[in-house]
């Protein structure tokens, strides 16, 4: 009983090690750069990955890869969340810093419950799975069309107590949400999965350090860079049963780069164009 004990207390400080020290290293490659790639590389599958990884290796390749359709639909919440944050500090302008962070935070949260609700209802299949979030990925660059891609022209970095806290906060989520996982059934695992442990803690840090546009900055990338965690949730659909977790996460984290790295290509070379006409 002893021995079991202190398995799971060492899982529990491995995920939350691993959680901190990935979100660590993507901050500091994100946000020493602009705003705006830092939304898109908040897309990049962390904590889908993470979780997804411990759920399959706590409980079966076969469960997480059930959980990740629920996951790829879930981004659509994910979405939801940073428009929500984005509209809701446009609510609060006026008042206080702490109250605009405070209610633009919580009204991306409710937002992202609210369509993870309903998406736990639906029914979701491969083919939902891939069409329904990609259709919200080019409805929300849509909505954020009007926002400008700011630039801040001192380099873009966050203190380390703000960056070691937005860490808890995502290996807290990872730990929770891979805890409960196998008493709430791969739909919620999967939904949890999605939940948008490092877009709203960066966007409140951004928040409180920078300019409301330099947020909106980043919250307008942010669906740009969520298509590489579906493709990622899509790709562990089918590689986890076939490879298991470790090879599997290899291989999926592969293909989520190699979108993310494409779509950077395709996004640096509009601008240039746009720049040179």
């Known amino acids: 009983m002893h021995t079991l004990s202190f398995l799971l ?10 959680a901190i020290a990935m979100v660590l290293l993507l901050s500091l490659i994100a946000e020493r750069v602009s705003p705006s790639l830092a939304g898109i590389l908040c897309g990049y599958p ?6 997804l990884f411990f759920v399959g290796y706590e409980i079966s390749p076969e469960f997480a890869s059930k959980s990740a359709l629920f996951t790829a639909v879930g981004l659509i919440g994910t979405q939801a969340s940073a428009y929500g944050y984005y509209r809701f500090s446009l609510l609060a302008r006026g008042r ?17 419950f609210s369509i993870a609700a309903i998406v736990h209802l639906a029914k979701v299949d491969l ?5 329904l979030p990609s259709s919200a990925i ?6 954020f069309r009007d926002v400008e891609n700011m630039r801040i022209e001192k380099k873009f970095t966050a203190g380390m107590r703000s960056l070691m806290l937005r860490a808890v906060f995502a290996g807290t989520v990872v730990c929770l949400t891979t805890g409960v996982a196998d008493s709430v059934g791969p739909a919620w695992a999967g939904l949890f999965a999605a939940f948008p442990m490092t877009i709203v803690p960066s966007a409140m840090i951004i928040h409180f350090t920078h300019d409301l546009e330099h947020t909106h900055a980043f919250l307008k990338n942010v669906p740009r860079g969520i298509g590489s965690a579906v493709v990622y949730a899509l790709a562990l659909r089918v590689f986890y049963p076939r490879f298991g977790v470790f090879a599997g996460t290899l291989i999926c984290y592969a293909i989520a780069t190699i979108y993310l790295v494409m779509l950077s290509f395709g996004v640096g070379f509009l601008r240039s164009r746009q720049l040179q006409s």
């Open 127 to 131: 083919l939902t799975a891939i069409f």
């Open 138 to 143: 080019l409805l929300f660059i849509f909505l």
């Open 9 to 18: 207390t060492w899982m529990e400080l491995f995920k939350m090690s691993v």
């Open 46 to 51: 962390l904590g889908v990955a993470i979780t």
């Open 96 to 112: 206080g810093r702490v109250q605009q962070v405070a209610i633009s935070a919580i009204g991306g949260l409710a937002v992202f």
